[in-house]
């Protein structure tokens, strides 16, 4: 089977900087898109970035500019470095990721337990 863990969260202050990582650990053929979700208290769970075995990537509007997402594909590990970071950033912060652990590559999705990122003012 296939896990996802995340690591990085933690308390910090408004302006400051995180580095998130999910190391993607199991039997896995193939690892395909890549991506970071984050749901804040009362607020539904969104999309913050997504990134493709190849590098692309995407960002919701609100961190363009203030996050980068990147992948080491040699370590099944994807990260999500958060610059300038703002109250409104304060959220558990999920990985997600769409995964092959038999040989018939077929893909299945998967999520990490989360990790809390706390911004204070």
């Known amino acids: 089977q296939v896990q996802l863990t995340e690591s990085g969260g933690g308390l910090v202050q408004a302006g400051g900087s995180l580095r998130l990582s999910c190391l993607a650990s199991g039997t896995i053929f193939k690892l395909d898109i890549m991506n970071w979700h984050r749901q804040a208290p009362g607020k539904q769970r969104e999309l913050v970035a997504y990134?493709?075995?190849?590098?692309?990537?995407d960002y919701t509007d609100s961190v363009t500019g203030r996050f980068t997402i990147s992948r080491d594909n040699a370590k099944n590990t994807v990260y999500l470095q958060m610059n300038s970071l703002e109250p409104d950033d304060t959220a558990v912060y999920y990985c997600n990721a769409d995964i092959a652990y038999t040989i018939d590559m077929r893909l299945r999705n998967y999520w990490g337990q989360g990790t809390q990122v706390t911004v204070s003012s």
């Open positions: 990134i493709t075995p190849d590098g692309s990537t």
